[in-house]
Each structure stands twice: as C-alpha cells, then as structure tokens.
C-alpha cells in the first residue's frame, strides 16, 4: 500500500504557493442567496459580511464588498436598499496611495450605482464596470499609487443567464486569485 501525504495547504487556498516576497490574495464574488462574498489576503480572511449585511432584523443584500489593502485593513460594504455611490466613491478616494483595492460583489452590484462612482472604479482599470449587468458576479483588483504586475488577472465577471444560471435567477460565484510583490505595497 503507498500512502500519498495530504497536499499541504497554501495561502488564500491557492493550489501552488506565490514565490517568496510575494502576497497572496483570492477574491471570491457572491453566488446565489447563500454564498456570500469573500477577500481572503495573505491567508487572512476579509469577510463581514454579516456585520455589513443585517441591519436591524431586515437582511439587506449585498451589493458590494471592497478592502482596502494597507496598514490597517479597511473594508467597506455597501447594500443595495438604497444609494451608496457616494460613500463608495469617498472610501476608494480616502484610500491611501500605495493600497490594494480588492472589490467582489453578491445580488446586485449595477441598478444603483452612478455613472460617477464607476468612472472612479474606471479610472482605477476596471474594463466591465460599465458592462455590470443585474446580479451579474463580478470580482476585481486594484491598485492606488502604483502599477499591479501585467501578468496577474484583475477582473472577472459572470453575468445573468435564466439558460446557464448556477442558482434560479443567480449566476454562479467567480474568483480571481493570485501573487503581487511585497516590493509593490
């Protein structure tokens, strides 16, 4: 009988490790009712999203879920009950230069953002913030002060489809994932 070892586990759930003097990062969108955004940087879990999403006793879904990587942490959720383009658009200005800016989205991430707030995600490389459609999963990086390597994926989206939907009337989660120079932060 061989006995194969368990593979050992990697940062952010990666399958190969990033090299040393690297960050590792994994941004999962939300997918259907259940499966909830999720940031994971250097093996440290960003997700309040139940702080973020229950206000009162009333769920509010959620729309938006952006950490600014830096010293410390920031994260900011943003909810589809009402108009937050505003405070999306400030937290991302006040974001220090040098900062990574990991965005993922659940339900709706499109019906209720201003043209100006996705000029802003734009300005900082996003290609499909203007193709967001209802409920379409969609995850990005970004970088504030700096240039993020070429070689990395930034951005990923999974629109709506009654055919190819993963969960009734939900697309299915998407991730992107990958390594930056610590040089770069």
Not at 27 to 40: A, D, F, T, V
Not at 67 to 83: A, E, G, K, M
């Amino acid at each position: 009988v061989i006995i194969v070892p368990v593979p050992k586990r990697q940062k952010c759930d990666h399958w190969s490790p990033c090299s040393p003097g690297n960050y590792a990062y994994r941004i999962l969108s939300g997918g259907g009712r259940e499966k909830m955004p999720k940031i994971c940087f250097e093996d440290e879990p960003i997700n309040p999203v139940l702080e973020c999403c229950f206000a009162s006793d009333r769920f509010l879904p959620l729309t938006s879920l952006i950490s600014v990587i830096n010293v410390p942490f920031r994260i900011l959720c943003v909810n589809n009950s009402t108009d937050h383009s505003g405070e999306m658009m400030t937290f991302i200005k006040n974001a220090p230069e040098g900062s990574l800016l990991l965005m993922a989205t659940h339900d709706d991430g499109s019906t209720r953002l201003k043209n100006n707030a996705k000029k802003l995600v734009e300005e900082l490389g996003s290609k499909e913030i203007w193709n967001m459609k209802f409920r379409s999963s969609w995850a990005f990086i970004a970088a504030k002060g700096f240039k993020l390597p070429d070689g990395i994926q930034k951005e990923k989206i999974n629109h709506s489809d009654k055919n190819k939907n993963r969960y009734s009337g939900w697309p299915a989660e998407i991730q992107i994932e990958g390594c930056i120079p610590r040089s770069l932060i």
